[in-house]
């Protein structure tokens, strides 16, 4: 009988403890190469080792997620990419799968999914959370031109730490950016969801998932 060998995995995530926790979870089902808290360390460590598979957050400082795999599909590796992360917004997911992407988790959901979801994609598969799986499918079915609303992944942190009543300052704080980058964010946000108050960005937070039940 042969006996395949584990996976090589590489973690992005910027919050340390989050990475401890994802690596005793996964300790008996792949061998960690490395762990890392930014996307920019992501993708030089990602060209030293070329693991088999990258379980990265969205969100990260210096290169988000998606930018981190883009570069790296841009360099030659193609390391396989699981997303987990706090967004339940279909339409950051059906973008992340559209770009290569061969997994989707949402965090919440880490503890039951996230060993299937390696051993599906160590396998040649796909894996995407069943709690958007509808919803994504949906909007991975329409042509780009038909998806009016398409946040960053910087956007969607600053719509979420609004949604959970955070001020300016805390959220340049939590985020590490400038509290002036806060509010051009926000302003973004603003225009781009039609939402004349902090109270209209809250409701659209609500209605798509963004914030913790």
Do not use: C, W
């Amino acid at each position: 009988m042969t006996v395949m060998p584990r996976p090589r995995v590489l973690l992005a995530d910027d919050h340390v403890m989050v990475a401890q926790g994802l690596s005793r979870l996964l300790e008996g089902e792949v061998d960690i190469v490395g762990t890392v808290s930014d996307g920019g360390e992501l993708v030089a460590l990602a060209q030293k080792h070329h693991p088999d598979i990258i379980i990265a957050d969205m969100t990260m400082p210096v290169l988000n997620g998606l930018e981190a795999m883009r570069r790296l599909r841009a360099l030659g590796i193609r390391s396989r990419f699981i997303f987990l992360t706090l967004h339940a917004e279909p339409r950051l997911a059906s973008e992340a799968m559209r770009n290569g992407a061969s997994g989707y988790v949402l965090k919440q959901s880490a503890g039951d999914e996230l060993i299937e979801a390696v051993r599906a994609v160590a396998g040649g598969l796909t894996y995407l959370t069943p709690l958007i799986t509808r919803d994504v499918l949906r909007a991975m079915a329409q042509p780009d031109d038909a998806q009016p609303i398409s946040l960053t992944p910087r956007q969607l942190d600053v719509l979420r730490l609004i949604g959970e009543g955070k001020r300016m300052k805390e959220i340049a704080a939590e985020l590490q950016i400038s509290v002036r980058t806060v509010e051009t964010h926000k302003q973004s946000l603003q225009q781009t969801l039609g939402a004349d108050t902090t109270a209209d960005l809250i409701k659209f937070a609500l209605k798509h998932g963004l914030l913790p039940d």
